[in-house]
Nanobody, 118 residues
Framework: QVQLVESGGGLVQAGGSLRLSCAAS????????MGWYRQAPGKERELIAS???????DYADSVKGRFTISRDNAKNTVYLQMNSLKPEDTAVYYC????????????WGQGTQVTVSS
């Protein structure tokens, strides 16, 4: 059984920073891509950042230049450093991991709330 545990959300003023973490645990053979999504009230969940197993990254235009995704393969953990936060970044943030145990899984974290006040 595989589990993703997220941490690092909270309340921050506009212009501030937060760092999210998402750690995968269980009988994991390998991890492919890892990503961060967010879902604001009344909106669809959107992919905002992803990182491949080789470290190549991609970002949504809305966060490019402000957010940085990284991973620690030894810890099976993905991070999202969020700087220059804006009120429109307020959302529930979810990590998603493409990994192999005996089978291939696309696993979601439980979500963490990020609230940016103006």
């Amino acid at each position: 059984q595989v589990q993703l545990v997220e941490s690092g959300g909270g309340l921050v003023q506009a212009g501030g920073s937060l760092r999210l973490s998402c750690a995968a645990s269980g009988s994991i053979f390998s991890i492919n891509a890892m990503g961060w999504y967010r879902q604001a009230p009344g909106k669809e969940r959107e992919l905002i950042a992803s990182i491949t197993s080789r470290g190549s990254t991609d970002y949504a235009d809305s966060v490019k230049g402000r957010f940085t995704i990284s991973r620690d393969n030894a810890k099976n953990t993905v991070y999202l450093q969020m700087n220059s936060l804006k009120p429109e970044d307020t959302a529930v943030y979810y990590c998603n991991v493409d990994l192999f145990t005996t089978y291939r899984w696309f696993v979601w974290g439980q979500g963490t709330q990020v609230t940016v006040s103006s």
